[in-house]
């Protein structure tokens, strides 16, 4: 008998389940029917913003490809070594600059960011370089590690030693290679030095020493080293 009760509780919990249920299910249906209006307003909004966010992103890619096309002869200026063109124009073809303008929000233009960075550094501009490359952005596996390295070359020539390292030690930090780490944290040493930090110089010549011992900068980041230790010693 105590079984049978037990099921029979069992099966009038499901059946009172299925009346809650039910009940709620007639007072949803009550609220859609009361606050049509709302509700529709909501699902307008939600609509609007869906084909909004196709709509971008469908004119940025279109963007993309016409900053693409007018990236390639201001690329070619730049690798040419004429930098006033590559950065400005020629009357026919824009520069990194109008690209920048014209096409912002597309890769190409954050890709004009870093050789407009780049292109200033060479000339000697160097507060505007960093304000370039600092705008320039890459999940890249070199370019946003060389984009760092290009600020902190540009801070050393404006005798800014402590926000060189700090960036040379972005560049090394960002995702580690055998090729530009080593480069990188020898740069980041010489600012050290040049700020009288010999022990935190020869922490970046040990770190080459221990993890890049295949590179062609470990010989001298050894001798560094040495030196490096010399002067905390004397």
Do not use: C, W
Not at 69 to 84: C, G, H, N, P, T
Not at 133 to 149: E, K, V
Not at 181 to 204: F, G, H, I, S, V
């Amino acid at each position: 008998m105590a079984k049978k009760n037990k099921k029979g509780n069992k099966q009038g919990g499901v059946l009172e389940s299925s009346e809650v249920l039910q009940e709620e299910f007639t007072r949803f249906e009550h609220y859609l029917e009361t606050h049509k209006s709302l509700v529709f307003v909501i699902v307008g909004v939600v609509l609007v913003a869906i084909i909004s966010i196709l709509g971008y992103r469908y004119y940025i890619s279109q963007q993309d490809e016409l900053a693409q096309k007018e990236m390639f002869q201001a690329v070619y200026y730049f690798e040419s070594d004429s930098l006033d063109l590559a950065l400005n124009g020629d009357g026919n073809h824009l520069g990194l600059l109008d690209i920048i303008d014209e096409y912002g929000g597309t890769d190409a233009a954050n890709l004009a960011e870093y050789y407009a960075g780049t292109a200033y550094l060479l000339k000697g501009n160097y507060n505007t370089a960093i304000e370039y490359l600092g705008s320039f952005s890459s999940g890249d596996i070199l370019i946003q590690g060389r984009a760092y390295s290009l600020t902190g070359d540009a801070y050393m020539e404006l005798g800014n030693y402590g926000k060189a390292a700090e960036f040379y030690n972005k560049a090394a930090n960002y995702k580690p290679n055998q090729h530009f780490t080593p480069q990188y944290l020898m740069k980041a040493a010489l600012a050290y030095e040049k700020l009288n930090d010999y022990p935190t110089a020869k922490e970046m010549y040990d770190r080459i020493v221990e993890e890049f011992f295949n590179s062609s900068e470990f010989q001298d980041a050894k001798k560094q080293s040495a030196r490096m230790q010399a002067l905390i010693s004397s």
